[in-house]
């Protein structure tokens, strides 16, 4: 058990740019979640995959956002046309998918965005 | 709707004292409710859960108590050491919101020797 991994873990872009992160979560770990965190907030939920299905998408999640998780393994998540605002830490996490809302999820370190 | 309110930090106690971080939450059914904990330069780690009414989650010293009657997961440690500085998360899953999370803002606890 390896653990969530993700890559890259720094990016510095600039503003107008399109940035791709990938997420690999623990192997057979049916569910995938991606998370914003901004500077002295907790984490805000932006979307949801089981296996390779995308079940859910938070307003947070703007036409500019787009992830994917096309063989029900690793995920990506792009964001085109970066804004200042979209500076953060992008997190990812996993679950068994075993049973509802009372997983653990399991949580890479991050990639941290920077637009200038 | 679902969330979480933390107390707000940050939080600088000395070595051996007794902890308390509060933790409130509003929720549609019945949550499960989590502590995460950021040490620094790492990412989220779980602390510990419960997952229904009067359980409690206990590790590394740490415990907390699912409060159904006074919607709290509050996170207390009896005696904290230095390699307990970092941030913590409060955090509920509700049924029926796609098995997301909703956390707290975070307390950042410093403890000093």
């Known amino acids: 058990d390896t653990g969530v991994s993700q890559d890259p873990r720094h990016k510095i872009t600039k503003r107008g740019q399109n940035v791709t992160f990938r997420c690999d979560p623990i192997?057979?770990?049916?569910?995938l979640y991606w998370y914003r965190q901004t500077l002295g907030q907790g984490p805000e939920f932006l979307t949801y995959?089981?296996?390779?299905?995308?079940?859910?998408k938070s307003r947070l999640l703007s036409d500019r956002f787009s992830a994917e998780r096309p063989k029900g393994s690793f995920s990506t998540l792009e964001i085109q046309r970066t804004e200042q605002g979209d500076s953060a830490m992008y997190l990812c996490a996993s679950s068994p998918g075993t049973s509802e809302y009372q997983e653990t999820q399991y949580f890479g370190p991050g990639t941290r965005l920077l637009v200038l | 709707g679902n969330s979480v309110t933390q107390m707000e930090g940050p939080v600088t106690l000395s070595e051996e004292a007794f902890l308390t971080i509060n933790c409130t939450y509003t929720?549609?059914?019945?949550?499960?409710l989590f502590w995460y904990v950021q040490y620094p330069g790492e990412g989220l780690q779980l602390l510990l859960k419960a997952t229904k009414a009067d359980d409690k989650g206990s590790n590394k010293g740490f415990e907390a108590t699912y409060r159904k009657e006074t919607t709290s997961f509050h996170l207390e440690k009896g005696s904290v050491q230095v390699s307990d500085s970092a941030v913590y998360f409060c955090a509920l899953s509700a049924p029926n919101t796609g098995n997301q999370f909703y956390f707290g803002t975070g307390t950042s606890l410093t403890v000093i020797p």
């Open positions: 192997s057979e770990h049916n569910r």
């Open positions: 929720a549609t059914g019945y949550p499960s």
């Open positions: 995959f089981q296996n390779e299905a995308q079940l859910e």
